[in-house]
């Protein structure tokens, strides 16, 4: 029953190292999203896109680039791991339509950058 | 751009109170606000929403009213139970359905027994 899957739900990487966050969601979404959640400033919008090969800069784009090649798969690389990009990642899809506005999230991943 | 204020960051009730949660969002073109909880190691679900042609919906015991002229919007949950204990965020967008959404800060409800 699983929609929207997150490659790991936890990972440890160096300062300076390129990483991967992989997200891919089932339910033929044409919208997908990375947040990232840190405790007191609540889900901030890093990326989304609305369709393969599109991408818009959310919020706090700074550090961060994404990829959307297939429909089902948006990734979100962190061009060179710091220490202030420890956080949880939430990926998220939705529907376009006036019958659905939901999101549906993923379980995110931790990421620890040492 | 949108901005979205949420209060009170923790809140502490006793099983079968009422909790209230409080969001205020900055741009008036703002049209759909929904709230999300999360539960400890999951991401957020959505558990309601409203349009801005509604004032108030409700289901079951949770609610969520809105006032477009304060542009302020409220999560009511009666008849609290433990279960009920989560991070709850609420959130706006300007988007058509299915577009980005900002976020509150997140409220930790804790409901003891």
């Known amino acids: 029953d699983v929609k929207v899957t997150q490659s790991s739900r936890y990972l440890v990487k160096r300062t300076g190292e390129k990483v991967f966050l992989e997200c891919v969601q089932d339910?033929?979404?044409?919208?997908m999203f990375w947040y990232r959640q840190d405790p007191g400033l609540g889900l901030r919008l890093i990326y989304f896109s609305y369709d393969v090969k599109m991408k818009e800069k959310g919020d706090i784009p700074e550090g961060y680039s994404v990829s959307r090649e297939k429909k089902e798969r948006f990734s979100l690389i962190l061009e060179s791991a710091s220490t202030n990009q420890t956080s949880m990642y939430l990926c998220a899809s939705s529907y376009w339509g006036q019958a659905n506005y939901g999101y549906t999230f993923g379980s995110g991943t931790r990421l620890t950058v040492v | 751009g949108e901005n979205v204020e949420q209060h009170p960051s923790t809140l502490s009730v006793q099983e079968g109170d009422s909790a209230v949660i409080k969001c205020t969002y900055s741009d008036s073109a703002s049209n759909y606000f929904p709230w999300y909880k999360q539960e400890l190691g999951k991401g957020p679900q959505l558990i309601i929403d409203i349009r801005s042609n509604v004032g108030e919906k409700k289901d079951q015991r949770i609610a969520v009213t809105l006032n477009k002229t304060a542009k302020h919007f409220s999560l009511h949950i009666t008849e609290t139970q433990p279960e009920d204990s989560a991070v709850y965020f609420c959130a706006a967008s300007i988007s058509p359905g299915g577009g980005k959404l900002t976020f509150g800060q997140g409220t930790i409800l804790t409901v003891h027994p």
């Open positions: 339910m033929d979404h044409e919208n």
